[in-house]
């Protein structure tokens, strides 16, 4: 646990920051992390920021590792870079904003809080690298739809199963029929596996 102080505390980071345990706030006083220009690597199994004041992020990445199941809180905080090198479960569970997202590990699975939006200003990056080890997104309630706001930059989706979820600001589309529906745009919230390469932000429709 960090920030352990009742009178709050700052801890900057000089380096790569790497967590095998728990990465928690402490309720106290005014607390700041500060990861400018370095990587956090959270190996252990719970990353909360709840209770944290002030998140200095410019040139960071955050990164979730390791096999085992992860459960994130960013109590509506904002990231530089999230990339996810997990091959377990990595569950967000309340919004975020981040520039980047990207996860290219094979068999990863993510997991989004149903009903909450995700902001994504940057380059949005989810490849499962081949038909036998996609990633998979789902709600927490494999029910009620989760949101990726895409913004801007790129976006690069492939080998991905994608369940209840859909996207705002704009949408992919698939290169090999532009007509198909956008990529988190779901008509029902039955499971859909597509392969999507790289394609410059399509404007996204008004679901009927």
Known sequence: MLFRSTVGGTLVTTGTLSVDG????????????????????????TFNLTNLDAFTITNSTVTFDDSVDQSVTSITLTYNVIEVTNSGTVTFTDKWTTTNFVDTTGTSTLIFNAGTTYT???????DGLAETSR?????????????????????????VDVSNSEASSNALLHLRNPALQSFFKELNPRTKSVSYRRRPIQQSYEQG
């Open 22 to 45: 728990t990465f928690s706030v402490a309720n106290g006083g005014a607390t700041t992390l500060d990861i400018s220009g370095d990587t956090l690597t959270m190996s252990g199994t």
């Open 120 to 126: 994504i200003t940057g380059t949005l990056d989810l």
């Open 135 to 159: 990633i998979t997104l789902d709600s927490s309630d494999s029910a009620t739809r989760f949101t990726f706001d895409v913004t801007g930059g790129m976006q690069y989706v492939r080998y």
